[in-house]
Protein backbone atom coordinates (compact mmCIF):
# COMPACT_ATOMS: atom_id res chain seq x y z
CA UNK A 1 0.00 0.00 0.00
CA UNK A 2 1.31 3.47 -0.79
CA UNK A 3 -0.20 5.90 1.48
CA UNK A 4 0.70 9.08 -1.19
CA UNK A 5 -1.55 7.30 -3.71
CA UNK A 6 -3.92 6.51 -1.16
CA UNK A 7 -4.23 9.55 0.60
CA UNK A 8 -4.49 11.32 -2.86
CA UNK A 9 -7.65 9.21 -3.53
CA UNK A 10 -9.13 9.79 0.11
CA UNK A 11 -8.29 13.59 -0.86
CA UNK A 12 -10.39 13.58 -4.08
CA UNK A 13 -13.22 11.79 -2.91
CA UNK A 14 -13.84 14.07 0.31
CA UNK A 15 -13.29 16.86 -2.43
CA UNK A 16 -16.18 15.50 -4.12
CA UNK A 17 -17.94 14.97 -1.18
CA UNK A 18 -18.02 19.04 -0.03
CA UNK A 19 -18.77 19.82 -3.62
CA UNK A 20 -21.92 18.01 -3.38
CA UNK A 21 -22.88 19.17 -0.10
CA UNK A 22 -24.86 22.38 0.61
CA UNK A 23 -22.97 23.07 3.29
CA UNK A 24 -25.09 23.15 6.21
CA UNK A 25 -25.47 19.35 6.72
CA UNK A 26 -25.36 18.47 10.23
CA UNK A 27 -22.01 15.54 10.79
CA UNK A 28 -23.52 13.16 12.91
CA UNK A 29 -19.94 11.52 13.80
CA UNK A 30 -18.47 14.94 14.73
CA UNK A 31 -21.41 16.60 16.86
CA UNK A 32 -22.10 20.24 16.91
CA UNK A 33 -19.87 20.04 12.90
CA UNK A 34 -21.45 20.93 9.74
CA UNK A 35 -20.22 20.05 6.09
CA UNK A 36 -18.45 23.37 5.92
CA UNK A 37 -16.93 22.76 9.37
CA UNK A 38 -15.53 19.44 8.39
CA UNK A 39 -14.55 21.09 5.00
CA UNK A 40 -12.41 23.72 7.08
CA UNK A 41 -10.92 20.88 9.31
CA UNK A 42 -9.89 18.80 6.93
CA UNK A 43 -7.96 21.39 5.01
CA UNK A 44 -6.56 23.05 7.92
CA UNK A 45 -5.38 19.91 9.06
CA UNK A 46 -3.36 19.61 5.46
CA UNK A 47 -1.99 23.11 5.49
CA UNK A 48 -0.83 22.36 9.40
CA UNK A 49 1.06 18.58 8.28
CA UNK A 50 2.16 20.14 4.67
CA UNK A 51 4.07 23.47 7.22
CA UNK A 52 5.78 20.65 9.35
CA UNK A 53 7.10 18.93 6.72
CA UNK A 54 8.58 22.29 4.79
CA UNK A 55 9.77 23.34 7.93
CA UNK A 56 10.80 20.57 10.03
CA UNK A 57 9.67 22.54 13.05
CA UNK A 58 7.20 20.83 16.24
CA UNK A 59 3.80 23.79 15.39
CA UNK A 60 0.96 24.28 17.24
CA UNK A 61 -1.99 23.16 15.99
CA UNK A 62 -3.01 25.58 13.61
CA UNK A 63 -6.02 28.48 14.13
CA UNK A 64 -7.30 31.41 12.64
CA UNK A 65 -6.73 30.02 8.90
CA UNK A 66 -9.00 32.02 6.35
CA UNK A 67 -11.10 30.12 4.52
CA UNK A 68 -12.09 31.42 1.31
CA UNK A 69 -15.74 30.48 -0.85
CA UNK A 70 -16.17 28.12 -1.96
CA UNK A 71 -14.62 25.89 0.40
CA UNK A 72 -14.70 22.85 -1.76
CA UNK A 73 -12.45 24.45 -4.09
CA UNK A 74 -10.47 25.70 -1.09
CA UNK A 75 -10.14 22.00 0.01
CA UNK A 76 -9.04 21.08 -3.12
CA UNK A 77 -6.38 23.80 -3.36
CA UNK A 78 -4.97 22.78 0.61
CA UNK A 79 -4.86 19.00 -1.11
CA UNK A 80 -3.16 19.65 -3.95
CA UNK A 81 -0.42 21.73 -1.79
CA UNK A 82 0.10 18.89 0.52
CA UNK A 83 0.24 16.25 -1.77
CA UNK A 84 3.08 18.25 -3.48
CA UNK A 85 4.70 18.47 -0.37
CA UNK A 86 4.65 14.90 0.90
CA UNK A 87 6.70 13.97 -2.40
CA UNK A 88 8.97 16.20 -2.12
CA UNK A 89 10.10 15.74 1.44
CA UNK A 90 12.27 12.63 1.56
CA UNK A 91 10.08 9.94 4.09
CA UNK A 92 13.50 9.22 5.79
CA UNK A 93 13.71 13.09 6.77
CA UNK A 94 13.92 13.91 10.85
CA UNK A 95 10.63 15.27 11.20
CA UNK A 96 8.55 15.81 14.34
CA UNK A 97 5.00 15.15 14.79
CA UNK A 98 2.49 15.63 17.83
CA UNK A 99 2.69 12.07 19.13
CA UNK A 100 6.43 12.28 19.25
CA UNK A 101 6.61 8.80 17.55
CA UNK A 102 8.13 7.64 14.55
CA UNK A 103 9.98 11.02 13.75
CA UNK A 104 10.40 10.93 10.61
CA UNK A 105 8.65 12.91 7.46
CA UNK A 106 7.01 9.05 6.63
CA UNK A 107 4.68 9.56 9.51
CA UNK A 108 2.77 12.72 7.93
CA UNK A 109 1.23 11.08 4.49
CA UNK A 110 0.33 7.94 6.62
CA UNK A 111 -1.62 10.29 9.25
CA UNK A 112 -3.04 12.69 6.59
CA UNK A 113 -4.34 9.42 4.70
CA UNK A 114 -6.26 8.35 7.94
CA UNK A 115 -7.07 11.31 8.44
CA UNK A 116 -8.61 11.98 5.32
CA UNK A 117 -9.99 8.45 5.28
CA UNK A 118 -12.56 8.48 8.62
CA UNK A 119 -13.56 12.08 7.24
CA UNK A 120 -14.70 11.01 3.88
CA UNK A 121 -16.89 8.61 6.49
CA UNK A 122 -18.39 11.42 8.10
CA UNK A 123 -18.57 13.54 4.88
CA UNK A 124 -20.43 10.60 3.91
CA UNK A 125 -22.69 10.11 6.94
CA UNK A 126 -23.86 13.45 6.59
CA UNK A 127 -25.07 13.58 2.88
CA UNK A 128 -27.04 10.08 4.11
CA UNK A 129 -24.85 7.87 1.81
CA UNK A 130 -24.29 5.56 5.04
CA UNK A 131 -20.78 3.71 5.63
CA UNK A 132 -21.14 2.42 2.10
CA UNK A 133 -20.59 5.87 0.73
CA UNK A 134 -16.89 4.72 1.18
CA UNK A 135 -16.18 1.04 1.34
CA UNK A 136 -12.26 1.23 2.72
CA UNK A 137 -10.14 -1.27 1.79
CA UNK A 138 -9.11 -4.14 4.34
CA UNK A 139 -5.21 -3.47 3.91
CA UNK A 140 -5.98 0.18 4.55
CA UNK A 141 -8.37 -0.70 7.28
CA UNK A 142 -5.35 -3.16 9.23
CA UNK A 143 -2.73 -0.36 9.07
CA UNK A 144 -5.15 1.99 10.63
CA UNK A 145 -5.95 0.01 13.52
CA UNK A 146 -2.01 -0.09 13.92
CA UNK A 147 -1.78 3.55 14.08
CA UNK A 148 -4.61 3.96 16.50
CA UNK A 149 -2.59 1.11 18.42
CA UNK A 150 0.76 2.51 18.44
CA UNK A 151 0.43 6.00 18.05
CA UNK A 152 -3.20 7.24 19.57
CA UNK A 153 -2.91 5.30 22.27
CA UNK A 154 0.30 7.28 23.17
CA UNK A 155 -0.98 10.47 22.47
CA UNK A 156 -3.78 9.99 24.27
CA UNK A 157 -1.76 8.67 27.82
CA UNK A 158 0.00 11.95 27.01
CA UNK A 159 -3.02 14.16 26.99
CA UNK A 160 -4.19 12.67 30.17
CA UNK A 161 -7.24 10.35 28.64
CA UNK A 162 -5.04 6.68 29.07
CA UNK A 163 -7.32 4.09 27.49
CA UNK A 164 -8.45 1.97 30.19
CA UNK A 165 -6.29 -1.23 29.50
CA UNK A 166 -5.50 -3.71 32.22
CA UNK A 167 -3.68 -6.39 30.91
CA UNK A 168 -2.87 -7.37 27.59
CA UNK A 169 -5.53 -7.42 24.72
CA UNK A 170 -5.49 -9.06 21.46
CA UNK A 171 -7.20 -7.17 17.91
CA UNK A 172 -7.89 -9.62 15.34
CA UNK A 173 -9.10 -8.44 11.97
CA UNK A 174 -11.19 -11.32 11.27
CA UNK A 175 -11.16 -10.99 7.00
CA UNK A 176 -7.42 -10.75 6.84
CA UNK A 177 -6.14 -12.72 9.92
CA UNK A 178 -4.02 -10.07 11.38
CA UNK A 179 -3.64 -10.01 15.04
CA UNK A 180 -2.07 -7.26 17.64
CA UNK A 181 -1.47 -7.42 21.33
CA UNK A 182 -1.87 -3.76 23.29
CA UNK A 183 -0.08 -4.05 26.71
CA UNK A 184 1.43 -1.46 29.48
CA UNK A 185 4.84 -0.60 29.00
CA UNK A 186 6.72 -0.93 31.78
CA UNK A 187 7.44 2.54 32.60
CA UNK A 188 6.08 5.23 35.41
CA UNK A 189 3.39 6.55 32.37
CA UNK A 190 2.09 2.95 32.19
CA UNK A 191 1.49 3.61 28.70
CA UNK A 192 -0.22 1.47 26.24
CA UNK A 193 1.95 0.04 23.78
CA UNK A 194 1.74 -2.83 21.13
CA UNK A 195 4.04 -5.15 23.09
CA UNK A 196 3.91 -8.24 21.48
CA UNK A 197 2.92 -9.76 18.18
CA UNK A 198 -0.44 -11.35 17.33
CA UNK A 199 0.21 -14.71 17.84
CA UNK A 200 1.53 -14.01 21.95
CA UNK A 201 -1.30 -16.24 23.86
CA UNK A 202 -1.31 -14.66 27.57
CA UNK A 203 -3.88 -12.33 26.88
CA UNK A 204 -6.55 -10.95 29.05
CA UNK A 205 -9.23 -10.40 26.69
CA UNK A 206 -9.43 -10.45 22.96
CA UNK A 207 -11.77 -7.80 20.20
CA UNK A 208 -13.00 -9.37 16.69
CA UNK A 209 -14.14 -7.84 13.61
CA UNK A 210 -13.38 -7.37 10.03
CA UNK A 211 -10.38 -4.98 9.57
CA UNK A 212 -12.55 -2.15 8.38
CA UNK A 213 -15.01 -3.01 11.61
CA UNK A 214 -11.87 -2.31 14.11
CA UNK A 215 -10.98 0.34 12.54
CA UNK A 216 -14.34 2.03 12.30
CA UNK A 217 -14.80 1.45 15.61
CA UNK A 218 -11.82 1.90 16.98
CA UNK A 219 -12.62 5.98 15.66
CA UNK A 220 -16.05 5.82 16.99
CA UNK A 221 -17.38 5.38 13.48
CA UNK A 222 -19.05 2.32 13.90
CA UNK A 223 -20.88 1.18 16.99
CA UNK A 224 -18.63 -0.41 19.27
CA UNK A 225 -21.53 -2.93 20.29
CA UNK A 226 -20.92 -4.50 16.56
CA UNK A 227 -17.77 -5.80 17.82
CA UNK A 228 -17.46 -8.90 19.70
CA UNK A 229 -15.47 -8.96 22.54
CA UNK A 230 -13.89 -11.58 24.93
CA UNK A 231 -13.58 -10.78 27.94
CA UNK A 232 -13.63 -8.07 31.21
CA UNK A 233 -10.35 -6.64 29.75
CA UNK A 234 -11.45 -6.19 26.27
CA UNK A 235 -14.60 -4.73 26.71
CA UNK A 236 -13.50 -2.19 29.65
CA UNK A 237 -11.01 -0.92 26.89
CA UNK A 238 -13.54 -0.86 23.89
CA UNK A 239 -16.07 1.13 26.16
CA UNK A 240 -13.62 4.15 27.43
CA UNK A 241 -11.19 6.80 25.90
CA UNK A 242 -9.63 5.41 22.56
CA UNK A 243 -8.68 8.52 20.29
CA UNK A 244 -9.25 11.79 20.72
Known amino acids: MDPVLELGTAMHRFAELSAAAFGNEPVPSCPGWTIDDLTEH ?46 AVPADEPTPNFARVQETAAFWPRRQMHETTIHVVDASLALGLGLDGWPIAPELAADGVEEVLSVFFARMTARGQRP ?13 DQRWVVGEAPDSLRTPVLQFDGSYTGIDGEVRGTAAELYLGLWGRLDRDRLVTDGAAARELVAGPLVP
Open 164 to 176: HLRGRVRFHATDV
Open 42 to 87: VGTVHRWAAAILLSGQRLDDPHGVLVTEPRSEWYASTASALLEVVR
